[in-house]
């Protein structure tokens, strides 16, 4: 019979189940007497060794779990029994070191043993008198640890030689570790020295287009004969076609590091389409190609695209089917819904390429043949198209067969008509002569003549602004502080000061805190705009400017 005891037996005077608590717990636990006689065990420990509590209970622990008797090097029981033994003698808890034991599986499962290491604890529980009356059990099952850190050899050479390679992996892991530090200072470098060239290539090309288109524009306003207009018409033309350049190999970077600027919204296809084929038509007529525009209606009429950067897709792809287009060829868009996709197909009757080299040609800068036959072009453009259509939510697919033509589809989202402002008939009004109701003052800190000189003329449509040049920031900063204008145009790049040393201070002055600093930077990596919008500018606006643009912007803060 086991003996009745307060720790397990009398739980009925207070009404409450220890017995049943005990016996849920999640863990493994045996209650031992004194003669290491089981007295109770967890429901999960019978689970751990495939037991019934009735084979258990009332059972001397080692008859109970006996060493695999096919295992002469077996020490589970002389270790448990030791360790029961110093229980009893020094009255407090004993840890044991990870135990392997032999768990008898049942017949029904196969009989034999089944290996398993344990990591045990022995902990008294003492009576009124200080003696041990029972010993709590609790062992924790690291068989799959021990499996994978001792790999069935001895456990203490596998300890040793785990903690040999343990330090060699940590070795390996820190030189490797270097390693990647290394090279991931070395990307940042080339990140910094990437992003400082573009930088420095987008200002030192945009800051004389600058000047070229704003002034090719004002001459294209002026009286001039056919001859003339027809050239500043190719020089305003020309200057354009090499930002559209340096603008896709900036749109290219950006969209590597996912700075690309989206909005998308519901837009009207018709417009854009329109826009693009307008645009393209003068190439189209010098090269003797002929666009088919499409009449899009119902159902595939609106889509959900940011309006410029699309527009900038059908102009490149556009562009493309006349470049590499026969003469008295076609270029043709389609627009086909389907359901809440819509399909703008532009197919060409070029020369094509093989079908094995259609992945090639949107790997920025692969040109295939197109140099070799005197085709103008860098190589950017279907790889930047397609990264733009990716980001507004569609997709860009390429066919091609030699000798009959590309087929390039754009597949983008479909969209009911959303509420769109009437474009005023007057839009083109602000290019006209315009009389502010005060007269106004314009600083501009800029270094380069050039560009002085196209405001000069600019503001000549404007001739209620009188214009302030500084060429220096410590300069512009005492005019600020002397005169207060009504504007402040800024340039990054001046020789004394750069453009944010100079907006600290205006914005640290109360006398020129609240002036309105409008940035013109040639620099259109985009690094500097939430930089200089940060500091307090109102706006970041990139060179070249055109007319149209500038004057916009002296009507939104100037004409109040």
Known sequence: MIQR??????????????????????????????????????????????????????????????????????????????????????????????????????????????????????????????????????????????????????????????????????????????ELQTANEELRVASRAKTDFLSRMSHELRTPLAAILGFSELLGLKDLGDDDRQMVGIINKAGNHLLDLINDVLDLSRIELGQVSMSPEPVPLQPIIDGAIDLMKPLAETRHVELVRPVVAGSGSYVIADQQRLKQVLINLISNGIKYNRPHGSVRLTVAPNGNRVYVIVEDTGMGIEAGDVDRLFVPFERLQAAADGIEGVGLGLALSRDLVVAMGGSLSLSSRRGAGTTVTLELLATEPAAIEEISAAEGLELAVRTYLHPRRLLYVEDTLANVRLVEAILERRPSVTLLPAMLGQLGIDLARELVPDLILLDLHLPDLDGDAVLTRLQADPATRDIPVVVLSADATGVPTERMLALGAKAYLTKPLSVRQLLEVLDTYLDS
């Open 5 to 178: 005891t307060p720790l397990i037996e009398d739980e009925a005077q207070e009404g409450i189940d220890f017995r049943s608590i005990f016996e849920a717990l999640p863990g493994q636990y045996l209650i031992l007497d004194r003669s290491f006689r089981i007295v109770a065990a967890s429901d999960a420990y019978l689970a751990a060794t495939m037991t019934r509590r009735d084979e258990l209970v009332g059972r001397h622990v080692f008859d109970a779990f006996p060493d695999n008797p096919e295992d002469p090097d077996a020490t589970g029981v002389t270790n448990l029994r030791r360790s029961l033994e110093r229980v009893l003698r020094e009255r407090r808890a004993d840890t044991m070191a990870v135990q392997q034991y032999a768990i008898r599986r049942p017949a029904e499962e196969g009989g034999g043993f089944e290996q398993r290491h344990w990591s045990p604890i022995n902990t008294p529980v003492l009576d009124g008198n200080g003696r041990v009356a029972f010993i709590v059990h609790r062992v924790e099952d690291v068989t799959e640890y021990v499996r994978l850190q001792q790999q069935g050899t001895e456990q203490a050479a596998l300890t040793s030689e785990l903690r040999h390679r343990m330090a060699e992996a940590e070795s390996e892991i820190l030189r490797r570790s270097a």
